[in-house]
C-alpha cells in the first residue's frame, strides 16, 4: 500500500531560527495536505498542495509540492514558540477516495 | 459553531470489555473517519465511511468495528479490546472525502489493562 514518509521525527530549534520538514510518498499523490497539532491537541488542517510544483504561502510558513508530485515540504521562517506542535502531511490513498495516508508527523520544539 | 465531538475523552478499561467510543459531526459531512495515534507512527487510518451505510477499512481495522446509520453519527466499537488497543484515538470529518480537509474531534485517550 501507499507509503508516507516525513523527516525529521524530531526539530530543536532556537527562536527565530528556521525550521523545515520533508514528506515523500511511494506512488504519486492527487494533492497532499498539511495539519499542525498542538501539544495536547488535535490536528487542524493548515494547507492542501494540489498542482506539480506548486507553492503557497502563509505567513512565515512555506509550502512546495514537487514536480513529479510525490514529495512536499513545509519551511517556516523565523520560528516562535507559538510555532511548537507536530506537523503531518497526508495523502490520499490510491484510487479509494476514503483512504487517507498520514506522514510519521514532525515534532518541532522551539526555545525561547 | 462547526465541529465534531467525541465521547468518553479519556477511559481507562480491561482487557474483553466491549466499548464504544462515539463521534458527532454537525456540518453535515458525508465522510467521515477513525485514525489512532501512536508515538513514532504518526495517525494510521482504522475505518472510513463514505456515506450512510458505507463503511470500509483502513491501513489498521483489526480489533475494530464501526456504523454509520447515521450521517453525523460513526462510533468506533472494540468488541473485545486488548492493551495493544491502548491509544489516542481521533474522529474526523470532511465533505466528499478524503480529498478535503479532515475536521478533527477533541481525541479520546483509552487505556486497556
Known amino acids: 500500500g501507499q507509503q508516507v514518509m516525513q523527516i525529521p521525527q524530531y526539530q530543536h530549534v532556537q527562536e527565530g531560527e528556521d525550521f523545515t520538514t520533508y514528506c515523500n510518498s511511494s506512488t504519486t499523490l492527487s494533492n497532499i495536505q498539511w495539519y499542525k497539532q498542538r501539544p495536547g491537541g488535535h490536528p487542524v488542517f493548515l494547507i492542501q498542495?494540489?498542482?506539480?510544483?506548486e507553492v503557497k504561502k502563509q505567513k512565515r510558513l512555506t509550502f512546495q509540492f514537487g514536480e513529479a508530485k510525490k514529495n512536499s515540504s513545509l519551511h517556516i521562517t523565523a520560528t516562535q514558540t507559538t510555532d511548537v506542535g507536530t506537523y503531518f502531511c497526508a495523502g490520499p490513498g490510491g484510487t479509494s477516495y476514503g483512504k487517507l495516508t498520514f506522514g510519521q508527523g514532525t515534532i518541532l520544539t522551539v526555545h525561547p | 459553531e462547526a465541529q465534531v465531538t467525541q465521547n468518553p475523552r479519556y477511559l481507562i478499561t480491561v482487557t474483553g470489555k466491549k466499548l464504544t467510543v462515539t463521534c458527532s459531526q454537525n456540518?453535515?459531512?458525508?465522510?467521515m473517519s477513525w485514525y489512532r495515534q501512536d508515538p513514532g507512527l504518526g495517525l494510521r487510518q482504522i475505518y472510513y465511511s463514505m456515506n450512510v451505510e458505507v463503511t470500509d477499512k483502513g491501513d489498521v481495522p483489526e480489533g475494530y468495528k464501526v456504523s454509520r446509520k447515521e450521517k453525523r453519527n460513526f462510533p468506533l466499537i472494540l468488541e473485545s479490546p486488548s492493551p495493544n488497543q491502548t491509544s489516542l484515538y481521533f474522529c474526523?470529518?470532511?465533505?466528499?472525502?478524503?480529498?478535503?480537509?479532515?475536521?478533527f474531534g477533541p481525541g479520546t485517550r483509552l487505556t486497556v489493562l
Open positions: 456540518m453535515n459531512h458525508e465522510y
Open positions: 474526523a470529518s470532511a465533505r466528499g472525502g478524503a480529498y478535503n480537509e479532515q475536521f
Open positions: 498542495l494540489v498542482k506539480s510544483g
